[in-house]
């Protein structure tokens, strides 16, 4: 049997919390040092943050020989970043599926969406996706309403007849060490006691997120990068999650 392609997404209905950022460190990583066959839906209409930030990148190597030469380095084709909308993202995920005679399925192929389930659209294309991953930062807003949203995915939609959706995980991001808030054990103990999981992992906050050869679409991290923000970590416990095997030789990266 063929490899199945696993279609996940981070989603927050609260707004600015990494969801774009985490789908395009963790495809552009997937793709560059995993070598996996990965792709953006970006569904988050009519933003389209990372389509944009794909046709930026494309136009910045188009207009340097340098840039391009860098490109060439890589030796390998950029992985495709396609715009769609809610309405019609679950008919796009399930094009990923038609392959030509000989192509090789995907992987992953990750889901940008609005950050509101009443958008038309998005609640379906949630129940169509393997595996939800949730960032969730320290501000108690944030956490209820993240929490609300986890509960009723549970219990209304995981497990239910035809719904595809498997799991949601919680993941702390834009974490401040020296922060002593007793927010995270309280919702820690709380999520433990719903039965919500959240990953092993956890994000700091750092300027590096803002940087462009971070929040990248076509060139891979920087090894230092990647080694001080703990995104490593976190993108393996992910792919144990879904069901994705990388070789040990390649997860010596970290
Ligand atoms: N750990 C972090 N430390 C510092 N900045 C971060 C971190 N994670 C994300 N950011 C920054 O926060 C901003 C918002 O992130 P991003 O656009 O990924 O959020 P989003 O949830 O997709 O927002 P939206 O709802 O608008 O689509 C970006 O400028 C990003 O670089
Ligand atoms: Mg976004």
Redesign the pocket.
């Known amino acids: 049997m063929g490899k199945e392609t696993k279609f996940i997404s981070?989603f927050?209905q609260?707004?600015?919390?990494?969801?774009?950022?985490?789908?395009?460190i963790m495809a552009t990583y997937c793709h560059n040092m995993l070598g996996l066959k990965v792709a953006i839906l970006d569904s988050?209409f009519p933003?389209h943050?990372v389509l944009k930030l794909r046709e930026n990148e494309i136009k910045l190597i188009q207009k340097s020989e340098v840039n391009q030469q860098i490109f060439a380095r890589l030796g390998k084709p950029v992985f495709p970043v396609e715009g769609s909308e809610p309405a019609s993202a679950v008919a796009d995920l399930d094009n990923f599926l038609e392959l030509e005679a000989g192509e090789e399925a995907f992987d992953i192929v990750f889901v940008?969406l609005?950050?509101t389930v009443n958008t038309p659209g998005v609640l379906s294309t949630i129940a169509r996706l393997d595996h939800i991953f949730i960032?969730i930062v320290a501000d108690q807003l944030v956490v209820t309403s993240s929490l609300e949203f986890g509960l009723v995915v549970a219990e209304k939609i995981i497990g239910q007849p035809n719904i595809n959706l498997k799991s949601l995980h919680y993941f702390w991001?834009?974490?401040v060490k020296s922060e002593k808030s007793n927010l995270y054990g309280a919702t820690e103990d709380t999520l433990k006691e719903l039965d919500l999981p959240f990953l092993s992992h956890q994000?700091?906050?750092?300027?590096?997120?803002?940087k462009p050869e971070?929040?990248s679409t076509i060139f891979p991290m920087d090894r230092s990068l990647m080694k001080e923000?703990n995104v490593v970590p976190l993108i393996h416990e992910i792919l144990e999650i879904i069901g994705i095997n990388v070789s040990s030789e390649i997860q010596t990266i970290e």
């Open positions: 981070f927050n609260k707004g600015g919390v990494g969801k774009s950022t985490f789908e395009i988050d933003q943050n940008d609005p950050g960032p991001n834009n974490v994000i700091a906050q750092s300027v590096k997120f803002r971070f929040r923000t």
